[in-house]
């Protein structure tokens, strides 16, 4: 059973506030959020995490609402650049200290 | 610049070969973590090390062999491996092992089974 579930694939436009929604319906009461950024043939890049309500860096924003189900990652105005593979995380597997990282949403800005 | 650096960028070789995959990390981490990611799959964790002791081995193939003589260096051992091995290798660090660490990844070796 997949931790967090979100679209395979989306599409914006340069400017754009671009919102990338993520279920995480088991989600555990110690359960962190984290989200990555991937660019082709590179490592995964750390964007944003956050365990409740909202939280807001430099190029991102993430919204948990209160059940803590879901959670979306914002992205305002969208540039080029940012056509990459976005991942959700969602705590540990159980009795690991493994992460799953899943298929991503693949975002590409179009110009 | 993450912190975390990986030799080689790009390797090749033969089934027959021995070759060994390193990764060190200046950030001063306890975990370290090496990832296999095949052509459009999701990363795959293949070992965990915390405080230089392996804490998970992802049922990986004993072709693949991890060494960690210290918290900064990591290294994958190749030996005999397979075409469908080729994929690009991570190595990635992280404060400690607990859910909410952030983990810090390499560029990545892209390997190459011929």
């Known amino acids: 059973l997949a931790k967090t579930t979100q679209p395979i694939s989306m599409d914006s436009y340069e400017g754009q506030e671009v919102n990338i929604t993520c279920s995480h319906n088991?989600?555990?009461?110690?359960?962190?959020i984290t989200w990555y950024q991937q660019f082709p043939s590179q490592g995964p890049r750390f964007i944003i995490q956050?365990?409740?309500t909202k939280v807001t860096n430099d190029g991102a924003s993430l919204f948990i609402p209160a059940d803590r189900k879901s959670s979306t990652l914002s992205l305002p105005r969208v540039s080029l650049s940012d056509t990459a593979v976005y991942y959700c995380?969602?705590?540990?597997?159980?009795?690991?200290?493994?992460?799953?990282f899943g298929t991503g949403t693949r975002l590409k800005v179009l110009a | 610049e993450t912190g975390v650096t990986q030799t080689p960028r790009h390797l090749v070789m033969g089934m027959t070969n021995k070759k060994s995959l390193k990764c060190e990390q200046h950030l001063g981490h306890n975990a370290m973590y090496w990832y296999k990611q095949s052509a459009k799959k999701p990363l795959e964790l293949m070992f965990v090390?915390?405080?230089?002791?392996?804490?998970e081995n992802n049922s990986v193939p004993s072709r693949f062999s991890p060494e960690c003589p210290n918290s900064s260096h990591l290294f994958l051992h190749l030996h005999t491996l397979q075409p469908e091995d080729s994929a690009l290798y991570l190595c990635?660090?992280?404060?400690?092992?607990?859910?909410?660490?952030?983990?810090?990844f390499g560029p990545g070796t892209r390997l190459t089974v011929l």
């Open positions: 956050g365990y409740k």
């Open positions: 088991n989600i555990a009461t110690n359960d962190y």
């Open positions: 090390y915390s405080l230089e002791e392996r804490v």
């Open positions: 990635a660090s992280s404060p400690g092992t607990s859910g909410g660490n952030e983990q810090f």
């Open positions: 995380l969602v705590g540990l597997e159980s009795g690991t200290y493994k992460y799953i």
